[in-house]
């Protein structure tokens, strides 16, 4: 087996080679929305503080629906979930169009179609980070799905900006949501083809939401691996991911730039984000990867430090480039080693902990960027959280370097 198809080799599984290209679209889609929406909310209320409650109230669901999201993935049929789920975006993707073109989006209308769509969101996540492992006949190969599954999320980080960019510039932010819209269709006619057998423990189906959520939280609770890693996710998480929000302020009070170098800018992200991936996804064993986690998080540290002090377009470019290589390196590499250490019938119970972490954590951090950089100011606030995640990495450097991984799977 050559290095290109050792790389992707999950592909050789139908039922991966289905999900994959939808995946990406889809992802595709996402991305371009989520500029559009950053970008108009910005536009129309002029604050940082405004965009961060707005981003927080949008993601409230996370909190209240995640938890139990993972034990209905442990429950119920994952393949009928993933239809449901498909179907649910496009609808959202539908309104968020129609309102748009028509021109009626308003920001109440962002408030309500962004909660249902956070909603829906909350059990995509764990389901969805749960089910690779039975799209793939060889469960040696689920590191390599969940590298490729980065891959997709990164190549979209890397196109969806620059598209948004182009659609803001030259057409409006309505095709954004338009193009969100058709890119989530591909998926739902995909994730239809597909087929896979997904057992259920009896013991997990006869259990009430409660039972089985109180089981997957005493489970994540004794294993100090696990709670290490989603100790991770949620401080580096709470911090990091709050760049795609403050990026529009830094190109328009930084950078001086419009929304076609917002798109540069976030897509350099993605190009970096997207060449870890691909190093990852070629990677046959998790041997190596608490190191790699930890040089990935020294690395965003020191790029949101060095984004603080710039006000340069080009070198805003590179600085992005290794903030998309190091975020990447240190979330795909940790989420990699927690599926490699939990139990099937406890799996989308621990990633749907780890979802509150991964992306729960955002919604209270970006309430919190938003009011600090209205206080000190947009490149401020990046070098305070730089220093942050400096010290929180070398403090998990040690932590990990005490823990020894090997696979479950």
Known sequence: MNKLQLT??????????????????????????????SWVVYDITKSPFMMGTIMFLNTIPLFLITQFAGVIVDKFNRHKLLMLIQVSFAIQAFFMAALALSGHLRIWNIIILGLFLNIVAAIDAPLRQSTYVLLVDDK?????????????FNLARLLGPAIAGVLISAFGEGWCFAINFLCILPCVFLVAMMKFEDKKSEKVKNETLLEGLKEGLEYSSHSEKIITLLLFSAVFSFIALTYPMLMPVYTKEILHADARVLGYVMSSAGIGALSASIYLASKTTIKGLKYLLCFGSILLSCG??????????????????????????????????????????????????????????????NFAAGSIAQLFGI????????????LSALMFLFRFYNLSFESKI
């Open 8 to 37: 992707f080799r999950s592909l050789k599984y139908r039922n991966f080679r289905l999900f994959f290209p939808g995946l990406i679209t889809s992802q595709v889609g996402i991305w371009i929305q989520n500029v559009a929406i």
């Open 140 to 152: 040696n190969d689920l590191s390599n799905a969940l590298s490729l599954n980065s891959t997709c």
């Open 304 to 365: 949101f430090i060095v984004l603080g002090l710039n006000s340069r377009i080009i070198a805003a470019c590179l600085i992005m480039f290794l903030v998309g290589f190091g975020m990447t390196s240190s979330f795909t590499s940790d989420s990699t080693l927690l599926q490699s250490v939990i139990d099937d019938d406890k799996r989308g119970r621990v990633m749907s902990i780890y979802t509150v972490c991964f992306m729960g954590a955002t919604s209270i951090s």
């Open 379 to 390: 490149a401020n606030t990046f070098i305070i959280f730089g220093v942050i995640l400096l």
